[in-house]
């Protein structure tokens, strides 16, 4: 059975950093492409960015509004993706989905507010 | 990049009633390999998204056969073909084809 865990959400102030975490059990995550997707409060999903396998040459992408502030990194030792997220706006606030194929974790909130 | 556009935003819809949701990309969704990268998911309330169908019409295990994709190109539709109360969400159509992009979302509500 896939297994997405979402961790390190939490209250930040503008300006601020987080890292996320999304634990990863149940299928051979050095071999998947793995998304970050995020949904503000109300409002729709939002794709944040992907990072391909090594095999597949790990290629990362972002979205447009979050490129040059987000880092999507992994950890194929640990079964880990990461969402680095600099410089944090009240607009970043969100929970934040780990995705991998058809599996979504349960997500992570982040709340950016002074 | 690749712009989805989703109609209806809000569809209210009769138990046992069919009902449709499209999605049309602002370019074709044909990816240089030859495969249309579109999929579609379930949001219920309260919970993570669900997807239902991917590759334009190809349903997830688990998934009611009540729910059919169809489409090519830039226009693509999902279909529910009686609805019941357990469909009730917002719906996404997902462009893969170009990094990703979602649809606005469609609300589904019974009458």
């Known amino acids: 059975e896939v297994r997405l865990v979402e961790s390190g959400g939490g209250l930040v102030k503008p300006g601020g950093s987080l890292r996320l975490s999304c634990a990863a059990s149940?299928?051979?995550?050095?071999?998947?492409?793995m998304s970050w997707v995020r949904q503000a409060p109300g409002k729709g999903l939002q794709w944040v960015g992907r990072?391909?396998?090594?095999?597949?040459?790990?290629?990362?992408d972002y979205a447009a509004p979050v490129k040059g502030r987000f880092i999507i990194s992994r950890d194929d030792s640990k079964n880990t993706l990461y969402l680095q997220i600099n410089s944090l706006k009240t607009e970043d606030t969100a929970v934040y989905y780990c995705?991998?194929?058809?599996?979504w974790g349960q997500g992570t909130l982040v709340t950016v507010s002074a | 990049d690749i712009v989805m556009t989703q109609s209806p935003l809000s569809l209210p819809v009769t138990l046992g009633q069919p009902a449709s949701i499209s999605c049309r990309s602002s370019?074709?969704?044909?990816?240089?390999?030859?495969?249309?990268?579109l999929n579609w998911f379930q949001q219920r309330p309260g919970q993570s998204p669900r997807r239902l169908i991917y590759?334009?019409?190809n349903r997830d295990s688990g998934v009611p056969d009540r729910f059919s994709g169809s489409g090519s190109g830039t226009d693509f539709t999902l279909k529910i073909s009686r609805v019941e109360a357990e469909d009730v969400g917002v719906y996404y159509c997902?462009?893969?084809?170009?990094?990703?992009?979602f649809g606005q979302g469609t609300k589904v509500e019974i009458k």
């Open positions: 590759k334009v019409s």
């Open positions: 997902l462009q893969g084809t170009d990094r990703q992009t």
């Open positions: 990072i391909k396998s090594k095999i597949d040459g790990g290629t990362i």
């Open positions: 370019q074709s969704l044909v990816h240089s390999d030859g495969n249309t990268y």
């Open positions: 149940g299928f051979s995550f050095s071999g998947a492409w």
């Open positions: 995705t991998v194929g058809r599996d």
